[in-house]
């Protein structure tokens, strides 16, 4: 990853892939290091600003989470005026709000995303299991996750 983010200083995926590496380290001031060069890089600067006067007053801890909740906040205004499942993304605003529930811990959130995604785009199923970072282990204390394993053929891997 710090390969690719040298070779590319503005590659949101491996920045959100290191950031969340470093969160399952426990390197937590790195992680949210990483965080805001994301949102510097995607073009949110008042809120990198907001997230790095966060870490010095409140720990990263509590910087990162705050920063998430607003993620959280924002997707949930965007998905109430478009489409969260909009077909020719890469990656949807029902897939961010995944992602931004699962790394908070809201596993219940999380799921009844996952659910909604695969009501709307069934396709999608494997995709949203499998290769968006999230915490899958986390996930799967929700009795809806090992149905929808199931159903995407991806039971027992």
């Not at 390197?27 to 997230?51: K, Y």
């Not at 997707?75 to 020719?88: C, I, Q, R, Y």
Request: glycine content about 8%.
């Amino acid at each position: 990853l710090r390969r690719a983010i040298s070779l590319q200083a503005g590659y949101g995926t491996a920045l959100e892939r290191m950031e969340l590496a470093l969160v399952k380290l426990g390197r937590l001031e790195e992680a949210v290091d990483f965080r805001i060069a994301q949102l510097r890089t995607s073009g949110r600067a008042e809120r990198a600003e907001l997230l790095q006067e966060e870490s010095g007053s409140l720990g990263p801890e509590e910087a990162r989470r705050r920063d998430l909740q607003r993620d959280v906040e924002q997707l949930l205004v965007e998905a109430s005026k478009t489409n969260p499942f909009e077909k020719g993304q890469t990656r949807t605003n029902a897939d961010r709000l995944i992602i931004a529930y699962s790394w908070l811990g809201d596993w219940a959130n999380a799921m009844t995303w996952v659910e909604r995604s695969y009501a709307n785009r069934p396709g999608r199923l494997r995709r949203v299991l499998m290769d968006l970072p999230i915490d899958r282990k986390g996930l799967a204390t929700d009795p809806r996750y090992a149905r929808l394993l199931r159903v995407a053929g991806l039971e027992g891997i």
